[in-house]
């Protein structure tokens, strides 16, 4: 068995021959290649491997292809993929996709003699087949957008579509909507279908709370007798996380991605299951309507939200081509920032007169273009499956790619989560696989693409032994999805991992501690668990070679680590706790524990059921800590601690507190600063009496925006909420809110 690895440029790419391990005598062959590399023994041991060869294939002279040939081979193309991205599983990237699509333009360009028939160019979407919808005409065809990929393509548009003002708008990635009211009341909601004609989707529709079944009206803006509401339905960045982990926990199938997730949603045939997913919606346009014209875009946008419907809060006129641009460029460092899923920046003139002179094309409203940003999906090869293990034991399976660029970055390794999902997926090795990477988030393998296999793939088999210390691996408990290394105190994959996240800034802040050196103390035997950890002294540091120099004698970062340890037996015992690695406690836990329970022995003692009742903390938390201390060894851990100085008391001298001066107040910290990270900025606003949050709202007092503020900031805007820079942070720290209003 053979996992073929990508070459180094050394390599002329022909061999594709990696390490092979041999079952009959548990051994290892040597590389057939000689510039590629290897795993670790155990590593490979409990992976499945599999050869992926490039066989070379005789070819023989072939009839050039003629532009209709070309010209027929790219339509059948796009409609295929085209259809399999509105109602199955996407076989190619939406880059991929775009490419072919402008190939097909230039080619319709350079050779329009070689279009046959109808154009994928001048069609919205293809119709469904098969529907289990009711199909309804729109009053007004809904169509797409054309798209630009470079600045310089945005500024020949803004050249050749000059206007007073533009609105910029964000391109949602999600489901498109047509909702059709007539005297106030939702008479119909649509799917895009074809552009003209749409799947009846009313029922499904009027489980989302965001979509009203009557309008509202206004003075300014009274509610016309007929009027379509173009929108886009999604799923939040964060509600799709959560609604994946609790999939995850289920043993369920996770989604691929938001997109999918609600579209899917609105094509189930019991509403009732579309109401279980956390679909939202944003209005982003008007179609047919009687008794109302707007002047404006803008005024639209007014309209809708005065009618009950939901606008974008990351929309914005602006006033010249230049400031297009800066939202071009602005959104493409922040396009994370925003609650949804995005691919673009959609530009649009904001005058509707204009925009009813510009007319459209039969696929694209001439007025409007989409500024598409760098893919975030992309498909490569699998070319072997591993194993990582973590500090709670949690066995996470990933695979290793030929290496592919995409959303800015080139990616080797994509998660496959956990053995319930990788089995789902039935990702093989070998296979041609969709993986998506957004932001900094991990890369993650959504799934194969079953119609690339040449039937060389093999099955991958999950792995039985924990790849770090050959301990069996298993459930916790029947039903987890995850499984895990039972062998928690000496498996050294899950102590170098635990000492990696005790030495982070949110527990000890053990700066001399970095991942070389905790995997130096491991294998050099000085530390057989983290109990060991304040024990450390020069002569013990002696045998390890992260913190001696040549002559054996201790160097300046060993010196460094033991000045750490002493700094760090005095920590807040919110510090200490999350130190402990106890699963399901971060620092947020932590910080409440240690409030509310003062110290570890009372922590120790407390039953579960008080300690669910402390607030952000709960019964799964409250079960975890329970669990924890009734580890013989976890309690030697923290009399180890104990005897050698450090803090189990939260003690705070009242000369120590500073000035409750955000007493009640809820403050949230958005952007970079430069005098507080994240962790410090919190805790100057809980250290005087306030309430630190991670989201704004209506009982927001303060948002505090740094550099690259994005949606929170956008969104205290819009709620009117009072908005401070550093300096006006550090004023109201000091003096209170009467200080900064």
Not at 61 to 84: G, M
Not at 149 to 177: Q, V
Request: glycine share 8%.
């Amino acid at each position: 068995m053979q996992t073929a690895r990508s070459p180094t440029p050394a390599c002329s790419g022909a061999h594709h021959i990696s390490p092979s391990y041999c079952e009959d005598t548990l051994t290892y062959r040597q590389n057939n290649c000689p510039c590629t590399g290897w795993s670790s023994p155990v590593d490979a041991a409990l992976t499945t491997l599999a050869t992926v060869t490039e066989t070379p294939t005789e070819t023989s002279p072939e009839t050039p292809e003629t532009p209709e040939d070309r010209w027929n081979r790219l339509a059948a193309d796009i409609r295929r993929h085209r259809e399999l991205y509105y109602y199955e599983a996407p076989e190619v990237s939406d880059a991929d996709f775009d490419a072919m699509m402008r190939e097909l333009q230039e080619l319709e360009e350079a050779h329009p003699e070689a279009v046959q028939g109808p154009s994928p160019t001048e069609e919205v979407a293809p119709s469904p087949e098969n529907s289990p919808f009711r199909n309804v005409d729109h009053r007004e065809p809904m169509l797409s957008l054309d798209n630009v990929f470079s600045l310089d393509e945005m500024r020949e548009w803004l050249t050749r579509t000059p206007a007073p003002t533009y609105l910029t708008e964000l391109k949602i990635d999600g489901a498109s909507i047509d909702l059709l009211y007539i005297d106030g009341r939702l008479n119909l909601a649509l799917t895009r279908g074809d552009g003209v004609t749409g799947e009846d989707v009313t029922h499904n529709a009027r489980t989302l709370d965001d979509i009203p079944d009557v309008l509202t009206g206004t003075d300014e803006f009274p509610v016309p007798s007929l009027v379509e509401i173009r929108g886009e339905i999604f799923i939040t960045v964060e509600d799709f996380a959560t609604m994946n982990a609790d999939r995850q926990a289920e043993g369920k199938k996770m989604f691929a991605n938001p997109r999918n997730a609600a579209a899917g949603a609105m094509r189930q045939k019991n509403p009732e299951e579309t109401a279980k997913r956390p679909l939202r919606l944003i209005c982003h346009g008007i179609g047919a309507r009687e008794g109302f014209e707007p002047a404006s875009q803008h005024d639209g946008y007014r309209a809708i939200e005065a009618w009950g419907l939901p606008v974008s809060p990351y929309t914005r006129q602006v006033h010249s081509a230049d400031e297009v641009l800066d939202a071009v460029t602005y959104w493409g460092e922040h396009r994370h920032d925003a609650a949804h899923e995005m691919d673009g920046l959609v530009v649009k003139i904001d005058d509707v007169t204009e925009q009813q002179n510009l007319g459209s094309t039969s696929r694209a409203p001439r007025w409007a273009i989409a500024y598409k940003y760098p893919p975030e999906e992309a498909v490569t090869t699998v070319e072997s499956i591993r194993v990582g293990i973590g500090r709670t034991g949690r066995a996470t399976p990933y695979a290793v790619m030929t290496p592919t660029y995409v959303a800015g970055s080139t990616v080797t390794m994509a998660t496959l989560h956990n053995a319930t999902e990788a089995h789902r997926k039935g990702v093989r090795l070998g296979d041609r696989a969709m993986i998506r990477k957004a932001g900094e988030v991990i890369p993650e393998v959504l799934g194969p693409v079953e119609t690339a296999r040449t039937g060389d793939e093999r099955e991958y088999v999950y792995p039985s032994l924990c790849p770090e210390c050959g301990t069996p691996l298993s459930p916790t408990k029947e039903g987890d999805a995850d499984w895990r290394c039972p062998n928690t105190r000496y498996c050294p994959g899950q102590l170098q991992n635990r000492l990696n996240y005790l030495a982070g800034r949110g527990a000890f802040d053990i700066d001399a501690l970095g991942e070389r050196a905790a995997h130096d103390l491991i294998a050099s035997g000085v530390l057989p668990d983290e109990g060991h950890l304040f024990s450390l002294t020069a002569e013990t540091l002696a045998t390890t070679s992260a913190y001696t120099t040549k002559a054996g004698t201790l160097n300046k970062q060993g010196k460094v680590l033991l000045d750490n340890l002493e700094e760090a037996k005095g920590v807040d015992l919110w510090r200490v706790i999350t130190a402990l690695s106890i699963r399901h406690v971060g620092p947020t836990a932590a910080k409440a524990l240690a409030a509310n329970l003062q110290s570890i022995p009372v922590i120790d003692k407390t039953s579960v059921e008080d300690m669910a009742e402390i607030d952000g903390v709960g019964g799964i938390i409250a079960q975890s800590v329970k669990d924890w201390f009734a580890v013989d060894w976890h309690r030697e851990i923290v009399d180890a601690w104990a005897a050698a100085g450090v803090r189990m008391e939260q003690i705070v001298e009242a000369s120590e507190l500073p000035e409750q001066t955000l007493a009640g107040l809820t403050v949230v910290v958005t952007g970079s600063l430069a005098h507080f990270d994240r962790t410090e900025a919190k805790e100057a606003v809980e250290s005087r009496g306030g309430k630190a949050s991670g989201s704004v709202s209506k009982k927001t007092d303060f948002v505090v925006a740094g550099e690259k503020a994005g949606s929170k900031l956008a969104k205290a805007e819009d709620l009117g909420v009072p908005v401070l820079d550093e300096a006006g942070f550090e004023k109201l720290l000091a003096s209170g809110p009467d200080a900064v209003r």
